[in-house]
C-alpha cells in the first residue's frame, strides 16, 4: 500500500496507540512502511 493513501486519522491513530503502549515505537514504525491498523489481528 502506497504511503499517500494513508490519511491523517490513521497516523493520530498511530501517536494514540503509542501513547496508550498498545505497540512499541519499532512497530509503528513498521506499521506506518507499509501496514495499516485494519490488516491486524
Given at each position: 500500500m502506497?504511503?499517500?493513501s494513508?490519511?491523517?486519522d490513521i497516523k493520530i491513530m498511530a501517536?494514540?496507540?503509542?501513547e496508550e503502549g498498545?505497540?512499541?515505537g519499532q512497530e509503528?514504525?513498521?506499521i506506518g512502511?507499509?501496514?495499516?491498523?485494519?490488516d491486524l489481528p
Open positions: 502506497p504511503k499517500k494513508f490519511s491523517p501517536v494514540r496507540y503509542l498498545l505497540y512499541t509503528i514504525c513498521i512502511q507499509g501496514f495499516s491498523f485494519f
